[in-house]
């Protein structure tokens, strides 16, 4: 099995992620280490983006317009809730939604393997 090496490019990569409040974007993660000096490219940084998603360092979403967007995450399962003004995100315990997804996928001859629950809606900073 082999193992991805850690650069300086995906360590400025996770530093830069972990700064952000809510999912990003390759390219706005990318402009945000530019403005600080690196030159890193935006290949590496989707790269990067896409070994910390693996590595479950990183979540990952499609937004709706398609675009795949990314937060630094605790280990674990678990589900978020995300402003769509603002971008904020925050992680939620799965609670009940397992056994009702559970109850779901049997009711209708499934055996789940995985699932990913995003609720979207304002946070209470722009819901004005």
């Known amino acids: 099995m082999s193992t991805k090496r850690n650069t300086w490019q995906k360590d400025a990569v996770r530093h830069a992620l972990s700064e952000s409040t809510g999912f990003v974007s390759a390219q706005d993660l990318h402009l945000v280490l530019r403005n600080h000096g690196s030159t890193i490219g935006l290949a590496t940084v989707y790269r990067a983006l896409a070994e910390l998603a693996q590595q ?3 979540d990952s979403l499609q937004s709706t317009n398609g675009e795949t967007l990314f937060r630094a995450c605790d280990a674990g399962h678990h589900h978020h809730l995300i ?14 939604i397992e056994a009702w997804i559970a109850q779901i996928a049997s009711q209708h001859g499934f055996s789940p393997t995985s699932h990913t629950v995003e609720l979207f809606g304002k ?3 722009c819901a004005d």
């Open 123 to 125: 946070c209470v900073n």
């Open 83 to 96: 402003c769509t003004e603002c971008g904020k995100a925050v992680e939620i315990e799965a609670g009940n």
């Open 56 to 58: 479950q360092e990183a």
